[in-house]
T-cell receptor, first 113, second 114 residues
Framework: AQSVTQLGSHLSVSEGALVLLRCNYS??????LFWYVQYPNQGLQLLLK??????LVKGINGFEAEFKKSETSFHLTKPSAHMSDAAEYFC???????????FGTGTRLTIIP | DAGITQSPRYKITETGRQVTLMCHQT?????MFWYRQDLGHGLRLIYY???????DKGEVPDGYVVSRSKTENFPLTLESATRSQTSVYFC?????????????FGEGSRLTVL
């Protein structure tokens, strides 16, 4: 079975500060890892993904994430937070041959002006 | 318009009533999914479908029924609604499901069961 753990259900950062959203996964096979973002009253949209190859992946809106196998982590970062980044962020895991995604419980990001 | 649409967006019903949430996608994606979103639980998979006439249970299927007679539609029915089914329901579609992880979500249906 696969699972993801997102540390912290809420995170507040100041505008212009570093954003770091943590995600750890559990998988017995090489994982595929994803970050999704959900803006208020909207559905989720894919931010970035890692399947194979380069372990540092870049996504939309200046976000990036690094797959670290030794730490079983896939943390999401952005160097400088913007007000428009306020949203809920979900980490998800899958693998080759798996039809389904398993999502974490989400982290709500608040940006302080 | 192209995309994935859910209806109704908001629904209030009473315990014991049958409710159907509709989902329609225009991309001809093979996979479709129903998730529920609850505080503290994130998104939990209710049912999914790999193609027309093929459906399978997810993590929390009890109390729900799905069908997929056409590729583009994937309705979710609560046969006898309970208060614990008060939630926001999201439909999603994708070409290859978890194998690419690229799912496209509807805007959600907020259901309140009194």
């Amino acid at each position: 079975a696969q699972s993801v753990t997102q540390l912290g259900s809420h995170l507040s950062v100041s505008e212009g500060a570093l954003v770091l959203l943590r995600c750890n996964y559990s998988s017995s096979v090489p994982p595929y890892l994803f970050w999704y973002v959900q803006y208020p009253n909207q559905g989720l949209q894919l931010l970035l993904k890692y399947t194979t190859g380069a372990t540092l992946v870049k996504g939309i809106n200046g976000f990036e994430a690094e797959f670290k196998k030794s730490e079983t982590s896939f943390h999401l970062t952005k160097p400088s937070a913007h007000m428009s980044d306020a949203a809920e962020y979900f980490c998800a895991v899958s693998n080759f041959g798996n039809e389904k995604l398993t999502f974490g419980t989400g982290t709500r990001l608040t940006i302080i002006p | 318009d192209a995309g994935i649409t859910q209806s109704p967006r908001y629904k209030i019903t009473e315990t014991g009533r049958q409710v159907t949430l509709m989902c329609h996608q225009t991309w001809s994606h093979s996979y479709m999914f129903w998730y529920r979103q609850d505080l503290g639980h994130g998104l939990r998979l209710i049912y999914y479908s790999a193609a027309a006439d093929i459906t399978d249970k997810g993590e929390v299927p009890d109390g729900y029924v799905v069908s997929r007679s056409k590729t583009e539609n994937f309705p979710l029915t609560l046969e006898s609604a309970t208060r614990s089914q008060t939630s926001v329901y999201f439909c999603a579609s994708g070409l290859a499901g978890g194998q690419t992880g690229e799912l496209f979500f509807g805007e959600g249906s907020r259901l309140t069961v009194l």
